[in-house]
């Protein structure tokens, strides 16, 4: 097997030790095992990551971002695709792209055999992603993540006169 000739070459073998099981915290069901390719070969601007999802397990959780765009290429396997409340049967060969602010979306492996896909997209300096069905909303500054209740949001700026008058 060649070694690591190149930093912006990343073989196969080398991608496939690095797999690792991901999960969101906020889904029981999310668990998928992947490697970020883009990282691996030295990107920073994007990310490319290579994913496997084994049946009735999920991606992460449903979900929109308002800065990077992303996007999903199914190469192996069947599952659901939930984007913008409507569900859509998707399978090899499949795309989906998610242009910003995008509407929410999420990836369920409904078929029988591993859901194999690459995803990707933008790597800003910020991001805001929103979790409609549980009401948080996540800013992300550099590696700092806060999350936020939707229901405590305010809007801002000067107090409403008529609701100031005494």
């Not at 496997?52 to 979900?63: L, M, T």
């Not at 308002?66 to 290429?73: G, K, N, T, V």
């Amino acid at each position: 097997m060649p070694g690591n000739e190149r930093p912006e070459l990343v073989r196969s073998a080398d991608s496939a030790a690095r797999m690792g099981i991901h999960s969101h915290p906020w889904n029981p069901k999310s668990e998928m095992n992947g490697v970020q390719l883009g990282r691996l070969a030295g990107l920073k601007r994007t990310g490319i990551n290579l994913a496997r999802i084994a049946p009735g397990k999920e991606s992460f959780v449903y979900h929109s971002h308002e800065r990077e765009e992303e996007w999903l290429y199914i190469l192996s396997g069947t599952a659901t695709a939930e984007i913008d409340g409507e569900e859509h049967a998707v399978g090899p060969g499949d795309f989906m792209g998610f242009p910003t602010p995008s509407v929410a979306h999420h990836l369920r492996n409904t078929g029988a055999e591993d859901l194999v896909y690459l995803m990707g997209g933008e790597s800003l300096d910020a991001e805001i992603s929103t979790f409609p069905r549980l009401g948080k909303r996540m800013v992300r500054t550099g590696d700092k993540l806060e999350i936020y209740d939707l229901a405590d949001a305010r809007p801002f700026g000067p107090p409403d006169a008529a609701a100031a008058a005494p």
